[in-house]
């Protein structure tokens, strides 16, 4: 990986993976599930920063 911003070919083969996983699903279900992700990456975020603020 040549930069922080770019995926690895591992990344881009589970994206790959997700995205035939999440092809077929309701939009209720859909809407659902972009919001645990949301949810999920704003917990990350939080771990990092303090993380970081602590180091």
């Known amino acids: 990986m040549d930069m922080p911003g770019e995926l690895t070919l591992e990344q881009k083969f589970q994206l790959q993976v ?3 996983q999440v092809r077929h699903l309701s ?3 859909a809407q659902n599930y972009v ?3 949301m949810q999920q990456m704003m ?3 939080n771990l990092v ?3 970081l603020k602590n180091d």
């Open 27 to 29: 939009r209720e279900d």
């Open 35 to 37: 919001l645990k992700v």
């Open 49 to 51: 920063k303090h993380l």
């Open 43 to 45: 917990v990350k975020d």
């Open 18 to 20: 997700l995205k035939e």
